[in-house]
């Protein structure tokens, strides 16, 4: 006996359904997160005993990233960490020069650490370079001492340090018990700074009185030189508010997440979607009380829209791209296939229903 095809869903509830599947289980969402915080816990407390320096001058970890804004789809399994540090000096930033979005970091007074700066005539400023390879050294040492870390439930974890890059030092750690459980930790050094003292020069935002921070980071921008003591803006609570209240863009977020990983397109970080939503909602070119499905044909349409201009406007400092790091074939490709996910995603909706093969070919997966 021949088994029935399966009857087509409704648009809205194909939606749905892919809503559904992606999201996040209550449990899992304690689970790991409890374990997060003692994989954490134990990791910084490790190299606050290795090194007294960082002792001191450690001030907290915060969250940043999908976890905080909560539109990370799946699994709650990558945790985006700023170290925040505070130097025994008066930390200065100072707009960078022909770099929109980068800052340096200016100090001043006698508790200096010289082996983190860089010395320009008679103004010290902190060096990106020793920062990152003061912080990397630190990891690399501690990770055999808490290369096991017992967390509730009876689960261990082993650690192994995964890469020191430009920003983040990621760290993953496998259950042993259960090695497909895995979470993965980007630890991103970081200087705290007050809003109030967000640079005039820079656009102003809504921000609540939140603090804004300075990471290191290579200048992206093709054919500049590198500057060794160039650090990046970012505001995560900031960004955050614009999203708030607005669930049906963070499903639309979420939507357009699946659809990256189901269609080869990782370029396309969820950094830069992100970016599209903030723009798209400041400048009003989504509305936030359509249904996730309309949220996300607009959120395509905008989306092809940037990559054609090759230019999406970095939410702090809008005169600063996201997409620099994309070159012109890389866009063109990309662009067939957003073209090809739009095209598929609207006929969809004008016949409003949703075939398995057109949920397999949107987003990866079948009812």
């Given amino acids: 006996m021949e088994t029935p095809l399966e009857e087509p869903l409704k648009f809205g509830a194909g939606i749905d359904y892919v809503l559904g599947a992606i999201s996040i289980d209550d449990e899992d969402r304690q689970t ?6 003692q994989i954490e816990n134990e990791f910084i407390r490790a190299i606050s005993r290795k090194d007294p320096f960082f002792a001191s001058a450690f001030r907290g970890l915060s969250l940043t990233g999908s ?25 200065e930033p100072v707009r960078l020069t022909g770099q929109p979005n980068y800052v340096l970091l200016r100090v001043r007074g006698d508790n200096t650490p010289y082996h983190l700066v860089n010395s320009q005539g008679e103004e010290n400023y902190i060096s990106r370079r020793k920062v990152q390879a003061w912080f990397r050294d630190n990891v690399n040492e501690v990770i055999p001492e808490v290369e096991c870390i017992h967390c509730q439930g009876g689960r261990t974890y082993e650690l192994k340090n995964i890469s020191g890059g430009h920003v983040a030092h990621t760290i993953k750690a496998t259950c042993l018990s259960d090695p497909s459980r895995k979470i993965c930790f980007d630890f991103v050094p970081a200087f705290k700074f007050l809003a109030s003292q967000w640079l005039r020069v820079f656009p102003q935002h809504p921000n609540e009185d939140c603090n804004w ?6 200048i992206r921008t093709p054919n500049v030189p590198d500057d060794p003591r160039s650090f990046v803006v970012c505001a995560p609570h900031w960004e955050r508010m614009v999203l708030r209240k607005k669930q049906h863009l963070k499903n639309g977020l979420r ?3 699946a659809s990256r990983d189901a269609n080869d397109i990782p370029m396309i970080f969820s950094y830069t979607i992100k970016s599209l939503f903030l723009n798209a909602t400041k400048k009003r070119m989504i509305n936030y009380n359509q249904s996730p499905g309309q949220v996300l044909i607009r959120a395509l349409v905008c989306m ?9 406007p970095f939410y702090l400092v809008p005169d600063a791209s996201v997409l620099e790091h994309l070159g012109v074939e890389q866009r063109r490709d990309y662009l067939k296939i957003l073209y090809s996910i739009l095209k598929r995603l609207i006929k969809c909706r004008e016949r409003d229903r949703m075939t398995p093969d057109d949920m397999q070919f949107i987003f990866g997966m079948q009812y």
């Avoid at 092809?304 to 999406?312: D, I, N, S």
């Fill in 213 to 218: 921070y300075a990471v290191p980071c290579k």
């Fill in 304 to 312: 092809t829209w940037f990559l054609r201009r090759g230019f999406l």
């Fill in 32 to 37: 790991f997160m409890e374990d997060a915080q």
């Fill in 255 to 257: 939507l357009m997440k």
């Fill in 67 to 91: 976890n905080l804004d909560k539109v990370k789809i799946n699994l709650p399994d990558e945790f985006d960490m700023l170290t925040t540090i505070q130097l025994p000096c008066e930390v």
